[in-house]
C-alpha cells in the first residue's frame, strides 16, 4: 500500500501560477496528477516514472511541468499560465509498474484549484 498526501492546492487569477506537491508514503515507480472538474470526468494530467520519463496531457503541455524530488517519494506540479478551465479538484495517483493515465493504483483525497477570470 501507498499513501499520498496532496497539498498546495488554493484561488489564483487567470494567468497566475500554483504549485502543488504530493508526499509517498515510500517510493513508487511512476507517480502522476489527475484532476476533475464539476461535472466532467476525471483526467489525467501529468504523470512521471523514477527515471524522469514525463507524460502530458496536450491541454497542459507547455504550462504544467511535473517533477519528483531525488528520493522518488515527493511529486510536484508546477502550474503557470493558469486558465479558468484548470479549475478541478487535483488528485496524486501512483502505480508500483505502469505510468499510463489508465494505469493508477493508489490515490491521494485530492486539492482543489479554483482559478478566476
Known amino acids: 500500500q501507498v499513501q499520498l498526501m496532496e497539498s498546495g492546492g488554493g484561488s489564483v487569477q487567470a494567468g497566475g501560477s500554483l504549485r502543488l506537491s504530493c508526499v509517498a508514503s515510500?517510493?513508487?515507480?511512476?507517480m502522476g496528477w489527475f484532476r476533475q472538474a464539476p461535472g466532467k470526468a476525471r483526467e489525467g494530467v501529468a504523470t512521471?516514472?523514477?527515471?524522469?520519463?514525463?507524460n502530458y496531457a496536450d491541454s497542459v503541455k507547455g504550462r504544467f511541468t511535473i517533477s519528483r524530488d531525488n528520493a522518488k517519494t515527493t511529486l510536484y506540479l508546477e502550474m503557470n499560465s493558469l486558465k479558468p478551465e484548470d479549475t478541478a479538484m487535483y488528485y496524486c495517483?501512483?502505480?508500483?509498474?505502469?505510468?499510463?493515465?489508465?494505469?493508477?493504483?493508489?490515490w491521494g483525497k485530492g486539492t482543489l484549484v479554483t482559478i478566476s477570470s
Open positions: 495517483a501512483a502505480h508500483g509498474s505502469a505510468c499510463g493515465f489508465y494505469d493508477m493504483a493508489y
Open positions: 515510500r517510493y513508487i515507480y511512476c
Open positions: 512521471i516514472t523514477e527515471y524522469g520519463t514525463t
